[in-house]
Structure formats: C-alpha cells, structure tokens
C-alpha cells in the first residue's frame, strides 16, 4: 500500500491427508483405542483450506525499525482435520479440528 503499510495474505489448500482408522468394535470392546491395521493410511481426510490476513504499520524510532501488526488467521473459521481420537470416558470415536478463527495482535522492534 506504502512504505508504512503492508498487506499480506496467505491461502493454503492441501487434499486431505490419508489416515489410519480405528476398528471401531474392538476398539469399543477394550475401551481403548485400536488402529485398524488393515487399512493403515487408507483412509482420507476431507480437503484442507486455510486463508490467513496480516496488515503491518512501519514507524522509524530513533533510525530502529518497528512494526505494529494485526491479523486473523483462519478467517474463514473453517473446521480443518486434525485427527481421530478415542476418548475413554464416553468410549467412542472423538473428531479433533485444528485451530479456528484466530486473531493476532503484536509488534517487531529490530534494533
């Protein structure tokens, strides 16, 4: 935009990763969870997509650069795949996200 102001973007899209399943009835049966290890990385996770936005301000002080920044990541809050999980107490099959929408606020002082 100009010297002072910058802004960027990133947008990342993946297939889905392939996984191993559980077997969900001997999982069940021992209250634990167990791969199915015929299907070892059979399985894929649906597609990954991912758009992050980042604005910076530049100041000069005292001849050292700082920047002041803002942004969101994950701005379109999408659910993405993290894994499968057994969870004990309830003894069942538990879906695990990665993080949603998320905002970030900081700065970068280089001296």
């Given at each position: 935009m100009s010297n002072a102001w910058e802004v960027s973007t990133r947008a990342s899209y993946l297939a889905g990763r392939p996984y191993t399943p559980f077997d969900a009835a001997l999982s069940s049966a021992q209250r634990r969870g167990i791969y199915d290890l015929a299907r070892v990385n059979g399985v894929r996770a649906d597609d990954y997509f991912r758009l992050d936005v980042r604005?910076?301000?530049?100041?000069?002080?005292?001849?050292?650069?700082?920047?002041?920044?803002?942004?969101?990541?994950?701005?379109?809050?999408?659910?993405?795949?993290?894994?499968?999980n057994w969870n004990r107490r309830v003894n069942a099959l538990e879906f695990s996200e990665q993080q949603g929408l998320f905002p970030i606020l900081g700065f970068e002082w280089k001296f």
């Amino acid at each position: 935009m100009s010297n002072a102001w910058e802004v960027s973007t990133r947008a990342s899209y993946l297939a889905g990763r392939p996984y191993t399943p559980f077997d969900a009835a001997l999982s069940s049966a021992q209250r634990r969870g167990i791969y199915d290890l015929a299907r070892v990385n059979g399985v894929r996770a649906d597609d990954y997509f991912r758009l992050d936005v980042r604005v910076d301000r530049s100041f000069d002080i005292v001849g050292e650069s700082f920047v002041v920044f803002a942004g969101v990541q994950n701005i379109t809050n999408r659910r993405n795949f993290a894994g499968y999980n057994w969870n004990r107490r309830v003894n069942a099959l538990e879906f695990s996200e990665q993080q949603g929408l998320f905002p970030i606020l900081g700065f970068e002082w280089k001296f």
